[in-house]
């Protein structure tokens, strides 16, 4: 969902349609066709020390690289995702094993975000925000919504103000981004969160669902019945854009590696690119192998440091470009499973996060012993 870390130093996941009452978190998963059982423990946490009394921590397993995961990031040369029940994978061979940290909490963790080796961020369930600074191997929890605390009415679980997206732009200055138009804002790395929502004008609340820099031009906001929005100055204000090229539910957004280059994507195999950070937008059409055009809803992806900006999605659906979005080559993988974002490897393959966890695949996105 993110941009390589390397532009930094220069230059500063709503659903289809859910019945009414159901949150934006179990929105995502209904998108993505899974399903999450929580779990239980009796172990006493970091974040019960921490004054987080209710939560819980996230059982360890080692099948926990195996379950469901939302999101990976590079932390340096380590590769971290997180996913259900709370679990954070690491890895430090390119995803040939990995290790599960210990987590002071088992919400559903839908981003991470380094902004260098050592220090991230995560962000889930319950308005959830949890921090790094070994590069993924513990966490604190940073923020958690008070009023989740403060209620007892059975029916706050459907109000619950999930968190879709984070970005740091640097050690000190990040976001969070998620349901009914929540905009949190850090400028001390985390140690105090202020909400910023109404920095952005979004009156009916719709929801943020991902975030994302785009070279030499700022900053970039996507959510549900196609709002978009941007900032020319990473996130200090924000421009609402009126003419938008498509009215559904954006889950994606992304920068091409181009200055002002930016591409959306969403339900139904919708990609639209832009080349002046959202002037103007013309639709990238994606076909699958039989030459008809893709139908899949498109979950995540990001921009990567080779130049490879890659998509996933519903069906085990891998859309790789080479030419800045202009072009897709589009693969749907033998097992279908549902995908929620990749990264490309040194080694020219590619790791892919979902619904069966992390797991490598060639350049194109099929199973590593695929030629």
């Not at 930094?8 to 066709?33: D, E, H, N």
């Not at 080692?62 to 259900?84: C, H, I, Y």
């Not at 929620?340 to 590593?368: D, E, F, H, W």
């Given at each position: ?42 172990s006493v946490s970091m974040a019960q020390a921490a004054g987080y009394a209710d939560l819980k921590p996230a059982v360890l397993s ?28 690491y890895s430090d061979d390119q995803g040939e094993s990995w290790l599960q940290a210990p987590v002071p909490a088992r919400q559903l ?208 659906v891998v859309a790789t470009s080479n030419d800045g979005g202009r072009s897709f080559d589009v693969i749907v993988r033998p097992d ?36």
């Open positions: 969902m993110h941009e390589p870390h390397f532009w930094r130093a220069s230059s500063l996941k709503q659903a289809v349609a859910a019945p009414k009452g159901t949150s934006v978190s179990r929105k995502l998963i209904m998108a993505l066709g899974l399903s999450v059982v929580m779990l239980g423990s009796a080692p099948k926990a690289s195996k379950t469901l995961l939302l999101d990976a990031a590079q932390a340096g040369q380590r590769l971290v995702a997180v996913g259900s029940r709370g679990h954070i994978v963790l839908t981003a991470v975000d380094f902004v260098d080796e050592k220090n991230g961020w995560a962000v889930g369930h319950d308005t959830l925000i949890l921090h790094t600074t070994d590069g993924g191997e513990s966490w604190i929890v940073q923020y958690r919504d008070s009023e989740i605390d403060a209620s007892e009415d059975e029916a706050s679980d459907f109000l619950e103000k999930p968190l879709m997206d984070v970005w740091f732009r640097n050690a000190q200055t990040g976001f969070a981004v998620g349901a009914y138009g929540l905009l949190l804002r850090t400028d001390d790395g985390g140690k105090h969160w202020q909400d910023v929502s109404f920095d952005v004008d979004n009156p009916d609340g719709f929801h943020y669902n991902s975030i994302s820099p785009i070279k030499d031009s700022g900053l970039f906001l996507v959510g549900e019945m196609g709002t978009m929005y941007r900032s020319t100055d990473y996130g200090d204000t924000w421009e609402t854009l009126t003419d938008v090229p498509y009215d559904g539910s954006w889950f994606g957004v992304a920068s091409t590696g181009e200055p002002g280059g930016v591409v959306a994507w969403g339900l139904r195999g919708n990609v639209f690119r832009s080349n002046d950070f959202g002037d103007s937008w013309n639709q990238v059409k994606l076909t699958n192998a039989a030459g008809n055009p893709l139908s899949s809803t498109l979950a995540g992806g990001q921009f990567n440091a080779d130049g490879r900006l890659i998509l996933v999605g519903v069906g085990g279908r499973v549902a995908l929620a974002t990749a990264i490309s490897l040194p080694s020219g393959g590619t790791l892919l996060a979902g619904q069966r966890g992390v797991v490598q695949a060639n350049k194109n996105g099929m199973p590593a012993s695929s030629q």
